[in-house]
């Protein structure tokens, strides 16, 4: 929250699983035939107002590490977000590729665009993310 109250940043997560064939073609290899749990982020947003100033980064960040976790502990197997449209390439930047979707649209709201990261490409990805700040 900023001094005037409001909340600037705000992250939506759910435990969720995906079905194996859903996945990218390289994201399969040695992952078994049944659904596979995943952590969904189903909204990251961050207020106009303070958006350039590394906030959805931060609670990117903080994610990813809570995937890592659920990984640790439960078996996660990576995270799927459902970016909007024009929130594809900042996901796509972190390692996120798109991934068939797994429940339908609505005609209300532009379709998101489910996209997957895996647990191995998160931990992988750690230390390039602290580079970052």
Known sequence: MDDDQRILRFATVAAAHV???GLPAGARKKLPRYPLPVLRLARLAVHQSAQGHGLG???LRFVLQLVVRMADDHGCVGVVVDA???A?????????V???AVESASDARPAPIPMF???RAIKD?????????
């Open 57 to 59: 980064l931060q609670l």
């Open 117 to 119: 990261l895996s647990t």
């Open 125 to 133: 990805a750690r230390a390039s993310l602290k580079n970052t700040e």
């Open 84 to 86: 909007k449209p024009d």
């Open 88 to 96: 594809v390439e900042f996901y796509a930047k972190y390692g996120f």
């Open 19 to 21: 079905e194996i064939d």
């Open 98 to 100: 798109p991934v068939d």
